[in-house]
């Protein structure tokens, strides 16, 4: 028998991209509307009154005030470091070194994998996030852990090992060969299976041989339809490191292009200094950027041009980094992607911000037909927020006139106390402020 059930409120989603439509043409919200849901699928959606009336014998969930949207998704995070969130006073390699290494030296140990995997899903359900894209570490036990965990949660994520063969300690190291056939029987037992899918995931040219990116791009080609993910131009001592590293590369980029670690289902985090050059060739391919700012604030990175790459026609996502990034809240990350805009000359509407981390963040993972929006068909990832959480935010939004005013200083203040419930595959799943 189908599971059936009715949520009820004001709904948020997009019929359009607010950078490329005007704001009100792109908004699509009702201030009492519904959903209706069928074993996890997205089945209608509308007026309270019609769903009501289309499907009278159906158990209704009623949040009334409450704003229903789709999940919040985060396109870039390295769960293993979610232990070491928030450590002091270092850029990037050095962070690598001091804090980063030696946690993920610790994944090769299943159990803690698996703590760690299970905390960390929980904390971005607190956070209303119910996608992520994750780096794991180089063992496939690191691999195996999360996706376990994202099972027993009903969760839509994707993950891949961590491949490096050099500048790591010796504990952290693979080879090209074993990068190769561990990342290929990982695909064999996880790419979608289920909810779950697979993604090739080299460090960052610095820590693979020029074997190894080559062995990886071979695997690539091989599964195509797995999205593969790096890091791309982050800060620049690591663009001068790369050109020593591959002097006959003529950039930063050239070392993945050489290697076929250039494409469409590509996603390259950060991007902050990248040439006009670079930037076109990611953009031929339609190849992701993907925008960490709490993360390129945190560690001294540099400001990314959000609003220049979408006017050219990039594919871009907003991603939290964690632990490089300090917060694994998409409102954080929304806030810091407004204030680095702000440096930047440019105010991003509240739509454009919420569209980044729902339809935009699904489109960056070629998503866009299955999360992060209601759409009939659509996969039922919804939270339910409170846009009243705090009493500072309640007597900001309380002034406001209309759904993105009202919105706002919950994007720029609010944190899991926002989040009333969560919603994964039309299941709801017990969080910080659920009864
Ligand atoms: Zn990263």
């Not at 209608?44 to 158990?59: A, I, K, N, W």
């Not at 190291?173 to 299976?193: G, N, Q, V």
């Not at 990034?325 to 954080?332: K, V």
Request: negative net charge; glycine residues 8%.
């Amino acid at each position: 028998m189908s599971d059936k059930k009715i949520l009820l409120g004001q709904t948020l989603g997009f019929k359009a991209d607010p950078f490329e439509e005007s704001f009100d043409n792109a908004t699509d919200y009702n201030s009492d509307g519904g959903l209706y849901i069928v074993d996890g699928l997205i089945a209608d959606l509308g007026d309270r009154s019609d769903l009501l009336s289309r499907y009278p014998d159906v158990p209704n969930f009623d949040y009334k005030d409450y704003l229903l949207t789709a999940g919040l998704i985060d396109t870039h995070a390295h769960y293993p470091q979610t232990r070491i969130i928030a450590s002091w006073g270092a850029r990037l390699i050095e962070w690598l070194n001091t804090y980063t290494f030696p946690e993920e030296e610790k994944f090769g140990d299943r159990e803690y994998a698996n703590q760690t995997a299970g905390f960390y899903l929980d904390t971005l359900l607190q956070n209303g996030v119910t996608s992520t894209s994750s780096f794991c570490t180089i063992h496939p036990e690191s691999v195996d852990a999360i996706f376990e965990s994202a099972e027993q949660r009903g969760m839509r994520i994707i993950a891949g090992k961590t491949c490096m063969d050099r500048n790591a300690p010796p504990g952290l190291l693979d080879t090209p060969r074993s990068a190769y056939d561990d990342s290929r029987e990982l695909i064999a037992r996880w790419h979608e299976k289920g909810r779950l899918s697979y993604a090739i995931s080299p460090r960052f040219a610095p820590t693979s041989t020029a074997e190894q990116l080559e062995a990886l791009g071979s695997l690539w080609k091989e599964y195509p339809n797995c999205l593969m993910q790096t890091h791309l131009s982050e800060q620049l001592e690591e663009i001068s490191w790369v050109g020593e590293l591959f002097p006959d590369s003529k950039d930063y980029l050239e070392v993945y292009e050489q290697f076929s670690l250039l494409g469409e289902r590509g996603l390259y985090g950060h991007g902050i200094h990248l040439s006009d050059s670079e930037l076109d060739r990611i953009r031929e391919v339609d190849g992701r950027l993907i925008h960490c700012p709490t993360s390129n604030m945190f560690i001294g990175s540099g400001l990314f041009r959000l609003c220049e790459r979408k006017t050219a026609g990039f594919n871009t996502g907003l991603a939290t980094d964690t632990g490089g990034g300090s917060s694994f809240s998409m409102f954080r990350v929304m806030a810091a992607a407004y204030e680095v805009s702000q440096l930047c000359g440019y105010s991003l509407h509240p739509s454009q911000l919420y569209w980044l981390a729902t339809v935009g963040n699904a489109k960056s993972l070629h998503l866009e037909n299955t999360i992060g929006n209601f759409q009939i068909g659509m996969e039922a990832d919804i939270i339910a927020l409170d846009l009243y959480s705090t009493e500072v935010i309640s007597q900001r939004a309380k002034c406001s006139d209309n759904i993105w005013d009202t919105l706002f200083p919950t994007i720029m203040m609010g944190n899991e106390k926002a989040i009333k419930d969560v919603w994964v595959y039309g299941e709801k799943v017990k969080t910080y402020n659920s009864s």
